[in-house]
């Protein structure tokens, strides 16, 4: 092969490709593109030295990774540079990684090597320095060389110990591992950005990394972060086990955490089983993973083997399909859900993703949509972690096409041309037509006849969608009155098939209270709700004869859902098909109402929560005031006998103070108790 002016181009090209996501990604922590995309272009430039090796220069991004982190940190020098980490993507190169670590330690091609598998964390790398079982010191990775001083922020992760445990640690120690945001954590933390209208963070990597480099450590400290240690560095004044794999047994034994998920395995094809394992586990476990490490366990092999351009020879990543790729915005569109709410979504220029093609992604609502400013030709990263719904995570500003236009949210409903509406402080926007929405009527018909509510197999989204475009489904009630003879004449229907239908629509008639109010889709009435509600009153007559008063005793009930469902019984055409539902036979077991102990201490006494109580939580207090016998209600009136406030107490212990009512402490609720 000849060395070409076009690939001396294409090399330069990528290089300077590869500074830029460098700096984006260890600088600025503001990745442009997905790591999936960055490997491509890694590998494309490693692919183009290695076949004209007179391409390679010194400065070339194959030759180290990372960048010269750029802060208001202070830098600190590794001693020991942390290295990085080769990847293999399937079977074949991890064969082939393992037949170059037999080969250089000039063993039989049969030896059953061991290693120390883990699964490979996506966060951000640290290292702790530990001088006497002292933390003194905490640093990013950076560019493995330098790094930055972020002592502050380490010392406010709980699980990083501010000294070590038991006895007989060197002297001076340099723990490394990785800090990562829980997946749920990080749900959490988006979806309250999302609903206070800020920035959320594009995946848990970058919420990890971005939490370590606040200049505030009270900001560091208010994320939840956590780490696994997964390697030592500087080790003085001690020594360690000769394993890896023990290594990392006593640093646990010393309080650092360390990933319970470690095995040390025997040989390559124990290697891709545990790969295989830990894969069908990937979306269960409690902290995003990438890949999995495999390193050789012996320290001894390992010296021997060495590393070459700062990546050792001993340890290799096997990676799992990326759960960010990147793709192209073909429409926006916005979708009509059960309750109304206007929904943006964008589609997609198929991509394969997480597993599966991905074709749609939501865009949550408007003001996310506006933030992230996603528009029709965008190149964007979607993103799908285990059962989250895909959606667009970050926009690619600098691929913009000329000529995009910025999205609006529309001012009638797309399905049904009703005016869309967004009410205060809400974040979704609703089209008004209701149940004259066919795409209402649509979702809720979806609702009614879903497993956990009415349960009718066979009445799938295709053929509801079908009977509501013919109108013959109106509302839940019309399911009741389908005929063979209809069904019989809609697309795909044979005769057994309607025969089928019929008879599990007939089954679906006996069913429970709690899976009836859950199907009737009340707005912010969700399963665990209906239960509560179902098992309070017992028959559905007392939930349609209570107050909003007495629906907030119930427990998990306060003022906004009561408020919802009394809205929604007080409505004549939801009370029709109530009456419709059960004239077509659709019934259920009642009982009594849950006993409220009527001569309890607090019989009598109405009583309003708010704050944060120093021992008890809200629903603790509620439960308990609610054992002797008193009621407990969400909003502060002249019915309200005394307010419990904790810290924290807002509105509500001034509207108590104007109207004169007694405001207790817990200390003042128990000897209330206690009298
Ligand atoms: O969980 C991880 N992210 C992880 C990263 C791990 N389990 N092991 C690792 N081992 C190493 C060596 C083999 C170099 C000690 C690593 C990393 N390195 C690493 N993390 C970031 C760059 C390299």
Request: charged share 30%; hydrophobic share 40%; with cysteine.
């Amino acid at each position: 092969m000849t060395l070409t002016a076009a690939t001396r181009n294409k090399a330069e090209s990528l290089r300077d490709q590869i500074r830029h996501h460098n700096y984006r990604y260890h600088a600025l922590d503001d990745p442009e593109i997905p790591d999936a995309e960055y490997d491509r272009l890694m590998r494309e430039l490693q692919k183009l030295e290695q076949d004209f090796p007179e391409l390679v220069s010194s400065d070339s991004p194959t030759q180290r990774v990372g960048d010269v982190p750029i802060s208001a940190f202070g830098t600190v020098r590794h001693e020991l540079p942390m290295l990085s980490l080769g990847n293999v993507f399937d079977e074949e190169e991890l064969q082939e990684f393992h037949r170059r670590v037999l080969a250089r330690l000039e063993l039989g091609t049969d030896t059953e090597l061991a290693y120390a598998a883990e699964p490979k964390l996506d966060g951000a790398a640290v290292s702790l320095l530990y001088e006497d079982g002292v933390l003194v010191r905490g640093a990013t990775r950076g560019d493995g060389s330098n790094g930055e001083d972020i002592t502050h922020n380490v010392r406010t992760i709980e699980s990083i110990p501010l000294r070590l445990l038991g006895a007989g640690f060197p002297t001076r120690l340099e723990v490394r591992g990785e800090v990562f945001m829980p997946k749920a954590d990080f749900e959490a933390y988006n979806d309250k950005a999302r609903s206070a209208g800020e920035k959320t963070f594009v995946n848990p990597r970058n919420a990890a990394a971005g939490s370590l480099r606040q200049l505030d450590p009270k900001l560091t400290a208010a994320r939840p972060l956590d780490m696994y240690a997964y390697s030592v560095g500087i080790v003085e004044g001690g020594s360690l086990p000769s394993m890896h794999s023990q290594i990392i047994d006593q640093l646990g034994e010393w309080g650092i955490k360390v990933c319970p998920e470690r095995r040390v395995v025997s040989g390559v094809n124990a290697c891709f089983e545990f790969y295989r394992s830990i894969g069908e586990r990937r979306d269960d476990l409690s902290y995003e993973i990438d890949g999995v490490v495999y390193k050789v366990d012996s320290l001894k092999l390992q010296r021997e083997l060495g590393f070459v351009s700062r990546a050792p020879r001993w340890a290799v990543a096997h990676k799992f399909p990326a759960h960010e790729e990147l793709t192209v915005v073909e429409e926006i569109e916005f979708q009509v859900g059960r309750t109304g709410a206007v929904t943006p979504v964008a589609r997609l220029k198929p991509v394969f993703v997480g597993g599966v093609t991905v074709s749609n992604a939501t865009l949550h609502n408007i003001d996310e949509l506006h933030r992230k400013d996603v528009r029709v030709g965008d190149s964007v990263i979607v993103r799908r972690a285990g059962d989250v719904i895909p959606e667009v995570a970050s926009v690619i500003v600098n691929r913009r096409p000329k000529g995009t236009r910025r999205v609006q949210l529309p001012k009638n409903c797309p399905v049904c041309n009703s005016r869309v509406t967004r009410e205060e402080g809400e974040t979704a926007a609703r089209c008004t037509g209701g149940l004259f929405c066919a795409a209402q009527r649509t979702e809720a018909l979806k609702h009614f006849v879903s497993r956990r509510a009415l349960d009718i197999e066979g009445l799938g989204a295709k053929l509801i969608e079908q009977l509501v475009a013919g109108d013959r489904l109106k509302t839940p009630a019309d399911i009741f009155q389908l005929t063979k003879d209809e069904l019989r004449e809609l697309d795909r229907m044979g005769e057994r098939s309607a025969e089928k239908l019929i008879q599990s629509v007939e089954a679906s008639k006996t069913t429970t209270l709690p899976r009836f109010l859950f199907a009737l889709g009340i707005r912010e009435v969700g399963e665990a709700t209906s239960a509560s509600v179902a098992s309070h009153y017992g028959r559905l007559a007392n939930v349609l004869a209570a107050t909003e008063e007495d629906l907030q005793t119930v427990a998990d009930v306060g003022p906004v859902v009561a408020a919802r469902v009394k809205a929604f019984f007080s409505e004549e055409h939801n009370l029709d098909v109530i009456t419709r539902l059960q004239d077509y036979g659709v019934e259920w077991p009642e009982s009594a109402p849950m006993a409220r102990p009527a001569d309890g201490p607090l019989a009598g006494k109405t009583f309003v929560i708010t704050g944060t109580l120093p021992t008890l939580t809200r629903d603790e207090a509620k439960d308990l005031i609610q054992s002797l016998g008193g009621k407990v209600t969400g909003s502060v009136s002249g019915k309200t006998d005394y307010l419990i406030a904790g810290e924290k107490a807002g509105s509500k212990l001034a509207t108590a103070e104007k109207l004169n009512i007694s405001v207790l402490d817990e200390l003042g609720l128990r000897s209330l108790i206690s009298d």
